[in-house]
């Protein structure tokens, strides 16, 4: 890992170099910095060894902040992370809802009673299984293919009649229901916390 320096302004760190910088401006002009100079030397210019202690959290709910501490012979720098607002704080998590929402839809599945097999219950702009089904459905209705007929799962076959084709209409339209009412129920719960603790609580 290559070392940090941070370089010191009126006794303050002004910002964290990369890298072993070459030169250093001072008030009397740009000076030098060769790579046989010694650490006590690039101090006189303000220039340290540098080290960070802890992690920064980067998610949607954390402030991060870093402290300096200036030592006789490095500077370390000490992340630490707080909880942003609750009001914040619920602006993220409704966010997260609803894309963990989206997600249950466009590319849900659920175990399927009638069918015994994990089916799938998708509805995006490529896969709708229940527009499939019903299409399937009213195929079957106007004798225009035979049963049993092969339903893929999500990976696994099994043949069904068109009865119970009918019930995991039921079925698919039962979990899109289920999905709606476990999204609004987890923006009831979201409302009404009011510490970060129970908002983190929240999930869908």
Known sequence: MTQKFAILKDGQVWYI???????????????????????????????????EVGIPSFDLYHTNNISYEILSDKVVGTWTSTWTTVEQMKIAKREEIDNAWKQSIQAGSFMS??????????????????????????????GLIAFPFQWKGVSDTVSLTLDDLKILRLEIGAYGLQMYQQKFEAFGLLEAATTPEE???VSF
């Open 113 to 142: 009673e009638v069918a015994g097999i994990r089916v799938d219950a998708r509805r995006n702009d490529i896969d709708n299984d229940k527009d499939n089904l019903e299409e399937i459905i009213n195929l079957g209705e106007a």
């Open 17 to 51: 170099a990369q890298d072993r910088p070459p030169e250093i401006d001072t008030p009397d002009g740009i000076v030098i910095i060769p790579p046989e100079m010694s650490h006590e030397g690039m101090q006189e210019y303000g220039i340290y060894q540098y080290e």
């Open 199 to 201: 908002v983190m609580e």
